[in-house]
């Protein structure tokens, strides 16, 4: 029996099936302590210094809003984080959290923009898993390529300089480079199309 | 070859096979991680975690996976434990996840786990499998642990044990600014030297105790 075709496609998938009930239950009980570790010691840090010079006054990891963007090609649901910036009762500045799929998995940003001029108050590598010392250096906030991105308009998209844009790559690591700027992009066309949830209450 | 007992599949591992000097395999991440002690014994404990669990329930289900397609069920249940590790210690020991990056989900293909898989697990009983995967496991920790000692007190003078508690030493203090004492030590190229030293002194302890026999 062991030898037959039926029997190896049954255990193997069997135990495929198997793997994926038990990692879904690792990956749904590890996931909150992962996003709470996450926003404590990089969303927030990140946001006091972008959005602290711009004299934003609220709650801004508590005023998070999660925003559906309809479901990716293996159906899972896709949501935007956004965090809201206020002065006052007026939202001058939101940063939005978005990925792009880079050399070693998905590469997530934090984008934050300031709505009062039109520019990038500044990004930072929430995630990624790129090559060390190459791709890797993205999670690395003196890099220039991360610094360069303060002050720029985004009115207009954001591209790298291969790409007819302002934005200089990482050499040799032009998929990060490329993925990171996408992923920046999708905060700006996004920050355009659900302006009215965004902005909203 | 005699019947080994539990005892000694478990020592086994600690002299006579310890893996990256023994067995020499697994030496991608004995090279890469062993920057500093914690490093070094946080690869180990992953991997030993991953090599315990996947040794036994290979043991466990020896008789139901067909010969053919043993290996792709091997590195199934391989591949489910080290994304089992990889979460939970992004969400316990950030800290320690972050600095091992890429290499924990690598411990998939580490060459000892499907090697004990292989050559062991596949035909030894649950509990054998067991005192094995404990036993290599614990000596590549030791010996990680002993090589990222090392070098991170020639490198930089102190020693971490677990940063995310701040639970480290300075053994050598260095002036103001100063970042490294012997900078070639925590590069790549000190982890080969080292590694090279470690093999020769086992010889010459192996010589030694072959001819007093």
């Known amino acids: ?201 | 070859m005699a019947k080994r007992t539990l005892v000694q599949e478990f020592t086994k591992g600690l002299w006579e096979q310890i893996p990256p000097f023994r067995l020499v395999l697994g030496l991608c991440p004995t090279l890469a991680v062993t920057k500093s002690l914690e490093g070094g014994w946080g690869m180990g404990v992953a991997t030993t975690f991953v090599l315990v669990c996947s040794n036994v329930l290979i043991a466990l289900l020896r008789p139901i996976i067909p010969p053919k397609v043993r290996v792709p069920v091997f590195i199934v249940i391989i591949a489910t434990f080290v994304v089992i590790v990889e979460l939970v210690m992004k969400a316990y020991t950030p800290a320690l996840s972050a600095s091992l990056g890429v290499f924990i989900p690598l411990i998939v293909v580490n060459c000892i786990i499907l090697g004990r898989a292989e050559a062991f697990a596949s035909k030894n009983g649950v509990l054998p499998s067991a005192a094995d995967g404990l036993g290599i496991g614990l000596g590549f920790t030791l010996a990680l642990a002993v090589l990222g000692s090392i070098r991170e007190l020639v490198g930089t003078g102190a020693l971490t044990v677990f940063s995310q508690a701040d639970l480290g030493l300075r053994i050598i203090p260095l002036p103001e600014g100063q970042e490294f004492l012997f900078k070639f030590m925590v590069d790549p190229p000190g982890a080969f030297v080292m590694l090279g030293v470690m093999l020769m002194l086992m010889n010459i302890i192996n010589e030694r105790q072959a001819k007093a026999a």
């Open chain 1, 1 to 201: 029996m062991r030898d037959q075709i039926w029997y190896m496609i049954l255990v193997l998938g069997l135990a495929g099936a198997i793997a994926g009930v038990a990692l879904a239950g690792v990956k749904g009980m590890t996931d909150p302590v992962i996003e709470s570790y996450t926003l404590e010691q990089k969303v927030k840090p990140s946001l006091e210094k972008f959005f602290g010079p711009a004299g934003i006054d609220n709650d801004y990891i508590a005023d998070r809003v999660k925003l559906e963007l309809g479901k990716d090609d293996l159906g899972r649901m896709q949501r935007l984080t956004v965090f809201k910036g206020k002065k006052g009762a007026e939202v001058t500045a939101v940063a939005l959290q978005t990925a792009a799929s880079g050399y070693g998995g998905d590469l997530t940003v934090l984008t934050a923009f300031d709505l009062v001029n039109g520019t990038i108050l500044g990004v930072k590598t929430l995630d990624q898993k790129e090559t060390m010392g190459l791709g890797a250096r993205t999670a690395d906030d003196t890099e220039p390529f991360i610094q360069q991105w303060a002050g720029k308009s985004f009115e207009g998209g954001v591209a790298l300089k291969s790409n007819g844009g302002e934005i200089d790559a990482i050499s040799g690591a032009t998929i990060s480079s490329t993925a990171f700027t996408e992923a920046v992009s999708k905060a700006v066309t996004l920050l355009g199309e659900r302006n009215a949830e965004i902005m909203g209450e």
